[in-house]
């Protein structure tokens, strides 16, 4: 066999080198300490060929040194401890805060290391020790051990003191964020283990939420969510998807009463050329581009009998038939259905099918509603405030005590969604006023507050939060010309609820 001609090696390098900074820019998409650690060290054990590993870090800020944590690959528990205890000691200790990486062939022949007992007991060959992050270093990576047969080559030396010194950022902004998360958080424990940023708050709504997510998310089972329109579902999906071992996969999202009944099917299942009037061509269904991914079905009630026939099958068998096929196609896709709907109910009214509700219904999460989660009202309406001026490019203003009172005294029929939309059109109109913050009256425009409001009128607070909603809806229709269709969208709630709405509060359209 030939030796590898120096190009070869060069371009064998760079790729080792692409992937490596590929690596490291998923790795800064992570939220979670814990979890940052575990998918850093598990990255570089497979580009080393290490047989064992620890990347332990430590926030320098802390004066006692109690705040460390750290990530373990292979390695038994007495293993992590002599391992803990030569790098904070000794040589290693000596090195790693001159910044030096400690690289050794055979630590048991080494005379910097052989006298340890822990070394001479446990045999210990090839070790590479590198600080994390630049001098003074907020941790180290320590590797032991190689799979394929060989001591660690200079190349692995150069990629673990790369990857280690590149972690020292990512790790400096986990660790500032952990520092300002409040003490009295009750969902921190539970989002160490749950990448779930997208949901907001701490309210013990939420945490129980938080919990059946961080115990299902990992299994590969049927989820069914239910709750009202507007309070999140198809966030949570995401969670579960984002947490599951399907999350390198596509997560498709289907609004099943958004489909054509007539192609429904088609949508979903896909069809053969010549299977219908508008399938000219092959199509690919929503199963199959969620292939090794998640398919969230919304509104999965409004699904035909006949589509509902074939989701059993899908449930049942792992198969499916696309349009004018002959032969079942297999199917690697975890199944996540939503529904505001009382899906027992549809069942009794045989609108439903029974056995695809019992398949549905391994694993049912209700989603709570904003009356259910008020006390995350104000981290809701900050996080959606500091969305809509990135997403806009609008000065930076804060929401005024005043006004984070405001909404948490309103009634929000419309849920998380019709909260998100009144705080960004209300992040609009200050700006629009360049105004230092956002106040009561950009909230609730027209009045001062509500409570204000309501005491100049003698009105209760129910009658001016009615006044107030009505007020709302009306415009939203005005604005939109009366489409109902466009006003629903922009007040982010259903169509059917929408009309609810104008034949509760009477509205008509205004003459021009």
Not at 185 to 202: A, I, K, M, W, Y
């Amino acid at each position: 066999m030939e030796p590898a001609k120096p190009e070869d090696r060069e371009i064998a390098r760079i790729r080792r080198e692409r992937d490596l900074y590929r690596r490291l820019t998923l790795l800064g998409e992570q939220a979670d300490l814990e979890r940052f650690l575990e998918e850093a060290l598990a990255a570089i054990v497979e580009i080393s060929g290490a047989a064992h590993g620890l990347l332990e870090v430590y926030d320098e800020r802390d004066v006692h040194g109690e705040r460390r944590w750290f990530a373990n690959h292979g390695l038994l528990e007495h293993q992590i401890a002599e391992v803990r205890v030569a790098v904070s000691r000794g040589i290693i200790a000596q090195a790693l805060a001159g910044g030096t990486t400690v690289m050794t062939a055979s630590a048991i022949l080494d005379p910097r290391f052989s006298a340890r007992d822990s070394v001479r007991v446990g045999r210990i060959e090839e070790v590479l020790c590198a600080p994390v992050g630049d001098c003074p270093p907020c941790g180290v990576l320590y590797l032991q051990g190689r799979v394929a047969r060989g001591p660690f080559s200079a190349d692995d030396r150069e990629v673990a003191e790369t990857f280690a010194r590149h972690l020292g950022p990512l790790v400096g902004r986990l660790l500032a964020r952990r520092r300002e998360e409040p003490e009295d958080d009750p969902t921190r424990s539970v989002r160490r283990r749950l990448q779930c940023e997208q949901l907001v708050g701490r309210s013990p709504a939420l945490t129980r939420l938080l919990e059946q997510l961080a115990s299902v998310s990992p299994l590969d089972v049927t989820v069914l969510l239910s709750g009202h329109s507007g309070t999140g579902k198809s966030l949570v999906a995401r969670v579960i998807h984002e947490n599951s071992a399907r999350r390198s996969g596509r997560f498709v999202e289907v609004n099943c009463a958004a489909l054509p009944e007539h192609l429904v099917e088609s949508e979903l299942f896909g069809a053969l050329a010549g299977a219908h009037s508008t399938a000219t061509r092959r199509i690919d269904g929503k199963v199959t581009a969620a292939e090794r991914g998640t398919l969230l079905l919304d509104e999965v009630t409004e699904l035909p009998l006949a589509a509902q026939a074939k989701l059993l099958q899908l449930l049942q068998s792992r198969s499916y038939y696309p349009l004018g096929a002959s032969r079942p196609l297999p199917a690697d896709v975890r199944v996540i259905a939503a529904s505001n709907a009382d899906l027992e109910r549809a069942v009794a009214e045989k609108r439903f099918r029974a056995d695809l509700f019992y398949r549905l219904h391994v694993v049912p999460i209700r989603v709570p509603s904003l009356d259910e989660r008020r006390d995350d009202i104000e981290d809701l309406a900050t996080s959606f405030c500091a969305r809509a001026i990135a997403r806009h490019g609008l000065p930076q203003v804060g929401l005024s005590a005043r006004a984070l009172r405001t909404l948490r005294a309103m009634e929000w029929p419309g849920h998380v969604r019709q909260l998100e939309h009144a705080v960004e059109a209300a992040a609009i109109r200050a700006a629009a006023q360049s105004a230092a913050q956002i106040e009561q009256s950009h909230v609730a425009p027209g009045s001062e507050s509500p409570a204000a409001a309501a005491g100049a009128a003698g009105l209760t607070f129910q009658e001016a939060t009615r006044r107030f909603q009505a007020e709302l809806v009306q415009q939203a229709l005005e604005d939109s010309g009366w489409n109902v269709v466009e006003a629903a969208r922009r007040l982010d709630i259903a169509r059917s609820h929408l009309y609810n709405l104008i034949r509760a509060f009477g509205l008509e359209r205004t003459r021009r």
